[in-house]
């Protein structure tokens, strides 16, 4: 797994940490200062961001938990799985397309980066050279023929 992912997620939950237990609480305590909390617009916004914050601080430990069960031992060597470059001929477009699979947070469909959980990467996943696929995307179906993999194990040894 890249490590620059992790160390992105981490760096936000710590910077989520920090506000969720040293920034709020100041901002809450202010804006009890001010009095009625009924009509206290500092207090409420400060209230809906502690949620936020925390809902999102949940988020991110789910993913870096996740993140970390990945076993890269476990990518097939033969099959497209996560980190392959594949080379596909769109049926209907004609014309080749070329992608890697990335996780969530690197997915960059313009530079060609789509995510293993995207309907392309999931409909690819575990396919090989000469296979044909549909796939339901947003679009419509789209029917693609795999002309070229290269997992993330022939790209290391590159």
Do not use: C, W
Request: no cysteine.
């Amino acid at each position: 797994m890249p490590t620059s992912i992790v160390q992105k997620l981490q760096e936000e939950i710590q910077a989520l940490e920090h506000e969720l237990n040293h920034e709020l609480p100041k901002e809450l305590k202010r804006a009890r200062a001010l009095g009625d909390l009924s009509e206290n617009a500092e207090f409420h916004m400060a209230k809906q961001r502690q949620d936020y914050v925390g809902a999102r601080l949940s988020q991110l430990k789910k993913r870096l938990a996740e993140l970390s069960l990945v076993n890269l031992g476990n990518i097939p060597k033969d099959k497209i799985a996560f980190g392959s470059k594949v080379v596909l001929y769109d049926v209907d477009r004609e014309a080749e397309i070329e992608y890697k699979l990335v996780t969530s947070e690197e997915a960059e469909v313009s530079k060609g980066l789509i995510s293993t959980t995207s309907p392309i990467g999931r409909g690819l996943m575990g396919k090989k050279i000469g296979d044909s696929v549909r796939i339901a995307t947003p679009n419509g179906v789209r029917e693609f023929e795999i002309r070229a993999v290269q997992t993330i194990y022939e790209q290391s040894e590159a």
